[in-house]
């Protein structure tokens, strides 16, 4: 038999591991008060940008009600570490915790790109099921933007007729993207990007994603995460975020400087370098465009951006060369910044 392909979210900063959160006081709060008042809404729409920890509260909401009632602490949704629900979520094994998500296609060795219609009917089966230990059963979407219409539809059933003691908790980093009937059938807890120091405080309490990092890397990856510890995590040590904060620091971009930044960004093994200082860079060019319209410029930076983010998709649809893709961008920012 043939050995199946480990899942790549299986790491060990997954939401469902982290005890501790940061950051997100008022929605914990919410919650809190939700269960205490004896009328807690079956369907929950925690919305944000990628990386800010909606996965981690929504894990954390779960292992808090895991717990037998007389566990339940009237101040936080904090449970130890050592507590049974703690290593049953950990260990991805709580009989009353179900995760909607985008399976492993092993055919493929990779994942799915979509969550399937039968995933969905299974996650509605479960909630059918008595609880193990008689408290709540909970489903976890993570997340919804990941869902097709068919299971999106198969969702909103689940929603629209839950049986008791059932919770749903819909992590989507774009709610507008979502089936109006979905969300008007949740409670939203709209999520807002950290604060720097915050993220540099989660950075520090996470493990090293193969990468010895000291405190200024850290700190810089901070800095470029946009209050997000996912996307910061990303940055550690990353020759992307390097290259970046190289960018930053020229007065002005020569032919010789642009194919010396893009020089990082050949073969294969830069692909995920190359993602982070695309990303990085259009983020700044429509920063920096955004900034000149409010005195009355920007188009030629606008136009940079549109024609960079294009160019871009073309380079990966046509496996077309980094290096050269990245060359010939910088050299559209630099035109562009002349003509502001």
């Given amino acids: 038999m043939a050995e199946e392909t480990p899942d790549p979210r299986e790491v060990e900063w997954h939401p469902r591991r982290r005890v501790v959160l940061y950051g997100h006081e008022a929605a914990e709060t919410r919650l809190l008060q939700a269960v205490q008042s004896g009328k807690l ?24 009600l895991s717990q037998p009632p007389s566990h339940l602490s009237q101040t936080t949704l904090a449970v130890p570490e050592d507590a049974q629900s703690a290593h049953l979520l950990a260990a991805g094994a ?10 492993m296609d092993q055919r493929a060795k990779r994942l799915k790109t979509e969550i399937a219609v039968d995933d969905a009917r299974e996650a509605i089966s479960f909630t059918g099921m008595t609880s193990a230990t008689g408290g709540w059963r909970i489903v976890i979407v993570d997340s919804a933007d990941d869902l097709n219409l068919s299971s999106a539809n198969a969702l909103l059933k689940m929603i629209e007729e839950p049986p008791p003691r059932s919770l749903i908790l819909i992590v989507c980093h774009q ?13 939203h807890l709209h999520l807002a990007p950290l604060s720097e120091a915050t993220v540099l405080q989660v950075l520090r309490t996470l493990p090293e994603k193969g990468v010895k990092a000291d405190d200024a890397t850290r700190r810089l990856a901070a800095s470029l995460s946009r209050g997000s510890p996912g996307r910061a995590l990303d940055l550690v040590g990353s020759k992307g975020a390097a290259a970046f904060v190289d960018l930053q620091s020229r007065q002005k971009l020569t032919p010789a400087g642009c194919v010396e930044l893009a020089a990082p960004f050949g073969g294969r093994v830069a692909a995920e370098d190359y993602a982070v200082f695309c990303e990085l860079l259009t983020g700044w060019v ?4 955004r900034k000149s319209a409010l005195l009355g410029g920007g188009d030629a ?21 980094r290096r050269q893709t990245v060359t010939d961008a910088l050299m559209r920012v630099e035109e562009a910044l002349k003509a502001s």
């Fill in 41 to 64: 809404h079956h369907a929950w729409l925690i919305s944000g940008p990628r990386g800010i920890g909606k996965a981690t509260l929504a894990y954390r909401f779960a292992r808090y």
């Fill in 286 to 289: 429509a920063n920096k465009a």
């Fill in 301 to 321: 930076l606008a136009r940079a951006h549109d024609d960079i983010v294009y160019s871009l998709r073309q380079a990966d649809a046509l496996n077309l060369d």
């Fill in 94 to 103: 709580h009989p009353n915790i179900f995760v909607l998500q985008r399976a």
């Fill in 175 to 187: 709610p507008g993207r979502l089936l109006r009937t979905i969300r008007s059938r949740c409670i």
